[in-house]
């Protein structure tokens, strides 16, 4: 009896050892794979690091050499600190340096790396302020024993402008105002743009019009989107289209003594792109692009013009869509050819037009706009405009400052949701490219912000970029869609129908054996 | 307009015939009984939403003002006045002479009433101070929604012949967005089942939602971007979140970004919580709810309107808790969702109560056309749509009556008027080129802006700098004060 009950007893062990030599094996298999990701690491960097950048900028002052300079720029560099009044002035340090120079002379152009500005200034009897397109300016004013004082009233509208907002984009203190016109009209941040160049021509059986666009894009684009190629790339082409109809009809005007004309008001413009049957959308990337169309009207509908809410027609008879490109109205000449021909310099005011329309999109802030409020009355203000790129180098300098730090900030951003998503999901995959992804863009977040300290301006931009699209990339990996629903109760019925029938038997014989095993030990007692 | 008459016509002698023949039969009999004790037992305190009148959108949003002012017009002009401001973009400098005007207007014997009304009004120019400030001088033409573009997705997830009229419900919404603007990039059309190529399909290469066939929905310019079995839940959630595999050409992407309005449109056979998908597999509301949020973590929507239409279609958006989402489904809990009618010659039914129902009104709905959303819902009838169509809104942070039906199934962008150009010089031009460029004119707009009965604005929007805002505060809160003093 003993010797059976042994075996039993052997036998019953040996199932409960599988099972639980099994069991771990069972575990480890069915585990969903997830690797480490760095939590820690991107916590960190949303809640404190983006808040740390520091941009430096650097002032070089020229006084005339008729005034004394001694401790002018420990005092300049007081006076400007105290007044250019931010909360965020840890992050915006700011260094001046004086020296001398003959007033009499022109100012000369001074090449430097982004953030350095060179002003001169001399006496004059009223204060004038002429701001270059490159790095110099020159500045007029009256009463040189006054000049601390001048220069920091001055100096903060003029460079220092913008950076109340970078500010508030870096520490995530946004606005939240969904109507604000400029976030609705900057393009996101990509660092390709498909830019499409479209005539629309209404009715060619009035006449066939060609245009020499990229005679007109090359001397008048390309040196724009040279210069701003240090932020993003620009991919441009360009189409014809005929019997390109509206889907309304303007409104008619007559006047006396001067021709009558067709005209839409404001409220009729969201509705001119007549999208079902203009093709303008483009199925070779997947980058965002850009439409710029110069819509000729059909002689029946010209001359066709566009009222602002005063009811005057515009002289440029253009409108931007945000977001989405621009579109000028250039009415046909009204000679009796069958063909006509936009030439290069036919081309030249609509190009400036769309020139204007593409820097609004890109996201460069004009800096005339709202200067006259924040200066006192009699200062004259004029900003130099960048004729033969487009650009100026203040604006380029605000535009990389700008999108580097909007870059860090969504990287950040992108990397958190990732985070919680995993976190939230415990079914979801997590492979090691992602991993190796998500590490990737912390190491260039950190390069980064140590090249913006540095005063490294272009590096620490294409750090972010690289930063943005690689945790762009991890976020939007094929592998990171969650397993399907797969509640409690699923894995229940799965499993029962496997284990269940087998564990009663394994557990009716364990209890079998300990009941055994207590009566053999009362027993012996 | 005469064709209009005559398809209206025609259907209306459709459906008299079909109600007629109904009505003999004992299906309908108990239909209707069921829907009768239903409306019945409904009547108890705790109701679902489903079945209050906030659901079909009967009561108006602004209940809360009643209380104040039935009585009294002039006071009930200043409550729609304060109402009406749009703290967000224009900030008029009229606006506080727009308060006394209404105050002064006010000589009613109400005078508590005109002090409150002073310091509401103060209030509102205390927040709109602060927010009128830092605003950039654009002239143009805005919704006050935020979007700047639309996308719709539409789905049909069922296949078979027999599920023709589920094919039929897609296409129509396909046609109707094309028709208000969406242009064929921006829609996603996701059909299971391809029925007009079918061979039981007695026209052939056409597909019909109306019994008298007047307008053939698969015509030309119809463009699908997932087809047959294509449509499957994982390609659903995947284009949804934006995981799509890197060959994937752009057409079957969602390039959405934060400033979109997507409306989404799904219609098959579906019970609760889950809606089938050719007849293989399941998607649930926790997966849709699930993907929704992960699209609003990664701001690849401004609002989405989510339409369903299957039976029991209000559960599949009970599960979704991520913000500005707002949804409506055809039918509630236990309840099925039925055909409108049958084509007899094609021998199936074309097309879906509510989808019928909805097409009604967005037929009368063009591009320009200022209708809410508030309309559409307040057209659902239970008893016409043999269903409960319910409406979700809790999720959705703008008044129903204020969205128009355009933000989702049309296509309206916001424009801004160019004002200059920018002086561009060639190499050989310098000294040539006349200068082209128009200063912005930089003087004061202070006339009134009228409370409009649009819900957009043209208008000139100007930086406000806080200093005369304060002035404007102190000084209407003098007048306010010495008015209400005068009058108590």
């Not at chain 1, 350095?116 to 009223?126: A, G, L, T």
């Not at chain 2, 019994?211 to 284009?239: H, K, P, Q, S």
Request: net charge negative; glycine share 2%; hydrophobic share 35%.
């Amino acid at each position: 009896m003993s010797d059976d009950s042994k075996v039993t007893r052997k036998v019953v062990l040996a199932f409960w050892s599988v099972v639980l030599l099994g069991l771990p094996f069972w575990w480890k298999t069915t585990e969903v794979y997830r690797a480490n990701l760095p939590f820690a690491e991107i916590d960190v960097w949303q809640t404190r690091q983006a808040c740390d950048f520091v941009l430096p900028t650097q002032f070089t002052i020229y006084i005339p050499s008729t005034t004394s300079i001694s401790d002018l720029s420990t005092s300049i560099n007081q006076q400007l600190l105290n007044t250019f009044n931010s909360k965020f002035r840890d992050n915006f340090p700011i260094h001046v340096d004086v020296q001398q120079w003959n007033q009499d002379e022109q100012p000369e152009e001074k090449t430097a790396p982004i953030g350095n500005y060179f002003i001169y200034v001399s006496e004059s009897d009223k204060v004038d302020i002429h701001v270059g397109n490159q790095r110099t300016s020159h500045i007029k004013i009256k009463d040189m024993t006054r000049i601390t004082e001048t220069l920091s009233t001055i100096i903060p509208p003029v460079y220092l402008g913008q950076y109340e907002n970078l500010g508030n984009i870096a520490c995530h203190i946004e606005k939240k105002d969904k109507n604000d016109v400029t976030s609705m009209r900057v393009l996101k941040y990509s660092s390709q743009y498909e830019t499409t160049f479209s005539l629309m021509n209404n009715n060619p059986e009035n006449k066939r019009i060609d245009w020499e666009i990229r005679e007109a894009v090359h001397s008048y684009l390309t040196p724009f989107l040279k210069e701003v190629s240090a932020v993003s790339n620009f991919t441009i082409d360009s189409q014809i289209q005929n019997y390109a109809p509206l889907s309304l009809k303007p409104k008619y005007k007559e006047r006396e003594g001067r021709p009558n004309y067709y005209y839409f008001e404001p409220q009729h413009l969201p509705h001119f792109v007549n999208s079902a049957e203009w093709n303008l959308a483009s199925t070779i990337t997947s980058y965002p692009s850009i439409n710029f169309i110069l819509y000729v009207p059909s002689q029946e509908e010209s001359p066709l013009r566009i009222h602002d809410s005063k009811d005057q027609p515009l002289l440029t008879s253009a409108f931007l869509i945000p977001r989405w490109g621009g579109i000028t109205i250039k009415n046909p000449p009204k000679t009796s050819e069958q063909e006509y021909r936009f030439t290069k310099k036919d081309l030249q005011p609509i190009m400036k037009i769309f020139i204007s329309q593409l820097r609004s999109l890109i996201g460069i802030h004009d800096l005339e706009t709202n200067i006259h409020k924040q200066l006192p009355s009699d200062y004259q203000v004029t900003f130099e405009p960048a004729t033969k790129t487009g650009i100026t180098v203040l604006e380029k300098d605000n535009l990389i400052r700008m999108r580097t730090l909007e870059n860090v900030v969504n990287t950040i951003s992108t990397l958190k949701s990732l985070a919680q998503l995993v976190d939230e999901i415990p079914n979801m995959v997590v492979q090691d490219h992602i991993n190796s992804k998500v590490r990737q863009s912390l190491d260039t977040l950190t390069l980064a912000s140590e090249a913006l300290a540095k005063e490294n301006y272009v590096e620490a931009l294409q750090r972010s970029v690289q930063g943005i699209e690689l945790a762009e990339k991890a976020f939007f990996d094929p592998t990171m869609v969650s397993m399907l629903y797969f509640p409690d109760e699923h894995k229940y019925a799965i499993y029962m129908p496997l284990f269940v029938p087998i564990s009663v038997p394994l557990v009716m014989a364990f209890l079998k054996l300990v009941k055994q095993s207590k009566q053999q030990k009362l027993k012996k007692e | 307009m005469i064709t209009d008459l005559k398809k209206e016509n025609f259907d209306l002698k459709l459906r008299l015939y079909y109600l007629e023949d109904m009505m003999t039969k004992e299906v309908y009999q108990e239909k209707r009984a069921n829907l009768e004790h239903k409306s019945i037992g409904t009547q108890t305190n705790n109701k679902p939403f489903e079945s209050t009148p906030e659901a079909f959108g009967l009561a108006s949003c602004f209940n809360k003002s009643s209380q104040y002012s039935i009585k009294n017009h002039s006071i009930s002009l200043v409550v729609t006045a304060l109402e009406n401001i749009t703290i967000d973009e224009s900030c008029p400098s009229g606006t506080p002479f727009f308060f006394f005007f209404l105050l002064l207007l006010d000589k009613s014997l109400l005078f508590v009433m005109a002090r409150w009304n002073w310091i509401a009004s103060l209030l509102v120019l205390l927040f709109m101070s602060v927010y009128c400030d830092q605003q950039e001088k654009v002239e143009g033409f805005f919704s006050q929604s935020g979007h700047t573009n639309n996308w719709a997705v539409l789905v049909c997830t069922s296949r078979f012949w027999f599920n023709y009229r589920h094919v039929a419900n897609t296409l129509s919404m396909y046609r109707t967005v094309k028709r208000l603007g969406i242009p064929d990039s921006n829609i996603i059309l996701m059909l299971a089942d391809d029925v007009s190529c079918n061979p039981r399909n007695k026209y052939p290469a056409t597909v019909y939602n109306n019994a008298n066939r007047l307008l053939d929905l698969y015509g030309d310019n119809v463009e699908v971007d997932y087809r047959g079995y294509e449509v499957t839940v994982e390609n659903f959630i995947r284009m949804l979140t934006g995981r799509v595999s890197p060959d994937t050409p752009r057409s079957k992407r969602l390039l959405s970004d934060d400033r979109s309005n997507i409306l989404v449109y799904m219609t098959g056979h579906g019970g609760d919580e889950f809606l089938k998908f050719q007849d293989a597999e399941e998607i649930s509301a926790y997966d849709l709810a699930d993907s929704f949020k992960q699209m609003s973590e990664k701001k690849r929507y401004n609002e989405i309107l989510f339409m369903i239409d299957t039976c029991q279609a209000n559960t599949m958006y009970s599960k979704i808790n991520s913000t500005n989402i707002l949804a409506t489904g055809s039918s509630k809990l236990d309840e099925s969702s039925y055909s409108h009618h049958t084509d007899y010659d094609i021998g199936v039914a074309v097309i879906d109560s509510f989808t019928y129902y909805n097409l009604e009104f967005l037929e009368k709905v063009d591009q320009t056309s200022d209708k809410t959303l508030q309309e559409l819902f307040d057209t659902y009838d239970p008893v016409k749509i043999a269903s409960h169509p319910g409406i979700r809104s809790d999720l959705f942070n703008r008044p129903l009556d204020k969205v128009k039906v355009t933000d989702f199934f049309g296509n309206v962008q916001n424009v801004e008027l160019t004002k200059s150009r920018y002086p561009l010089l060639q190499d050989d031009q310098e000294n040539v080129e006349e200068e082209e460029k128009e200063t912005p004119v930089l003087n004061n707009y202070t006339s009134l802006t009228k409370p409009t009965s649009h819900l957009f604005d043209s208008f000139l929007v100007e930086k406000r700098s806080k200093s005369s805002a304060i002035i404007g505060i102190v000084v209407a809160s003098i007048i306010g004060y010495v008015i209400s003093t005068t009058l108590s």
